[in-house]
């Protein structure tokens, strides 16, 4: 009886390490299917997003963040995190109706709080063209790890002005 009892405990033991692993493996198949989900617009409630637009095309100095002050371009859009930069774009073109022309340019960056000392930094994030299909156009706010809270910075460009430099490319 004690063998028997000994077994049955033993099998019960194996099915649970059996089962743990692949709870386990399920998990790990849903955190990578995370990042793909949709968000159902019907049913989930839209995030206020600030943005900041400026129209010489450079952004915002980050000094124009700090203590809790902003610039006076706001434009405040109640949006999803699966919103594109394209359709960030032509809100943005309701608004200013300048920026509609085609080959207007729009530099997007996130700026966020920085935690390891006290202000803001910014991330560049992609960019858009007004009458031109781009290969950022469907980037996501999601996409980017933007975070409630967070603002937007758009740096616009009217057409026949070269885009100032971003900050990735090196003049040599």
């Not at 803001?120 to 290969?135: A, F, H, N, Q």
């Not at 937007?152 to 009217?158: F, G, N, V």
Request: net charge positive; proline share 6%; glycine share 8%.
């Amino acid at each position: 009886m004690l063998a028997a009892g000994v077994g049955g405990q033993g099998e019960r033991l194996a099915g649970r390490r059996s089962k743990m692993a692949v709870e386990s493996r399920v998990t790990q198949e849903e955190i990578k299917k995370e990042p793909e989900k949709s968000i159902d617009r019907e049913k989930t409630c839209p995030l206020l997003l600030r943005v900041f637009t400026t129209n010489n095309g450079r952004h915002h100095r980050m000094d124009q963040f700090s203590r809790g002050n902003v610039p006076s371009s706001e434009l405040q859009i109640y949006t999803w995190m699966d919103a594109t930069l394209k359709e960030l774009t032509s809100l943005v073109k309701e608004v200013y109706p300048e920026a509609r022309k085609k080959g207007t340019h729009f530099n997007f960056a996130i700026v966020f709080t920085d935690v390891k000392r006290p202000g803001y930094r910014v991330k560049e994030i992609g960019s858009t063209m007004s009458g031109r299909k781009g290969t950022d156009d469907s980037m996501t706010l999601q996409s980017q790890k933007f975070q409630i809270g967070d603002y937007l910075d758009i740096a616009i460009t009217p057409p026949n002005r070269a885009p100032p430099p971003s900050g990735r490319m090196r003049p040599y």
